[in-house]
């Protein structure tokens, strides 16, 4: 079986168990928690040098750090990765973004502000990482405009990737007219294309926390269902 260490309320940690749970891949978890530094100890710095989780490791025991590589590696030869090998790298080329310009500004903003509850401490950093994330999620806008999914007109990781963060984006305050994870937010946007793809993840996620119920497993933030919960980091 595999074995996924984690933060539940990290959204690079959802991405891993929303896809192991819509690919039917059975999965234990082990938590750690990340603001007591237990992914700095000795013996997890054995399992990620880079001392951070997700961390998959395999049913015959290897280890895969980093939430995009893992996902690419459950997805292979499935429905959630196309076959065609341009469209592969259309998948890394939104999955990169997300790692570049999504991830960083959005996941942090909303570590400062809802994990660690500390906006005072954090304000200087936490204006230029809510800029850059709304400029992240201008740019998904943009492209959502033109196609259903991100790549290849289907679902695959690339949306599962670009779904993590931004459905907890204003946990991070960002109060986005492009997109945005909050329902009241979602409500004020002018984006039809944006919440046209949000809406279809949304749907989606609400199937794999039915799915997640029976594993064991919670969301990654409060309201996606009526009582799993989750604590949405
Ligand atoms: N690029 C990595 C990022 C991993 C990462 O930053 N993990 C954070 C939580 S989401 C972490 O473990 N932080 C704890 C620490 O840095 O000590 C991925 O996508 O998996």
Redesign the pocket.
């Known amino acids: 079986m595999y074995r996924l260490y984690e ?1 539940s309320s ?4 959802y991405k891993l168990r929303l896809a192991m749970a819509q690919l039917g891949v059975p999965f234990e978890r082990v938590e750690k928690d ?1 603001t007591r ?1 237990e ?2 100890s000795d013996d997890f710095l054995a399992i990620n040098p880079n ?4 961390v998959l490791v395999t049913p015959d025991g290897r280890t895969l ?4 590589a893992a996902l690419c590696y459950l997805a292979r030869d499935s429905q959630l990765m196309p076959t065609d090998a341009f469209e592969q790298a259309q998948v890394l080329q939104w999955m990169f973004f997300e ?1 570049y310009n999504h ?1 960083p500004n959005i ?1 942090t903003s909303r570590y400062w502000l809802h994990v660690l509850g500390e906006p005072e401490k954090y304000a200087d950093g936490l204006k230029e990482k809510q800029q850059k994330g709304h400029e992240a999620l201008a740019v998904m806008e943009r492209h959502l405009q033109a196609v259903p999914f991100f790549v290849g007109g289907r679902y695959s990781i690339a949306d599962i990737a670009l779904y993590a963060y931004t459905h907890v984006a204003d946990q991070g305050g960002l109060l986005a007219t492009e997109l945005s994870g909050n329902q009241g937010v979602v409500g004020a946007s002018k984006s039809t294309a944006g919440l046209c793809w949000y809406a279809g993840l949304k749907a989606r996620s609400s199937g794999w926390v039915l799915h997640g119920k029976a594993a064991g497993v919670t969301p990654c933030r409060e309201g996606i269902t009526d009582s799993d919960g989750g604590s949405g980091a």
Request: aromatic share 4%; proline share 10%; charged share 20%.
């Open positions: 933060f990290s959204g690079n940690c990340i530094g992914t700095r001392g951070r989780i997700p750090p980093e939430s995009n790692q991830e996941a």
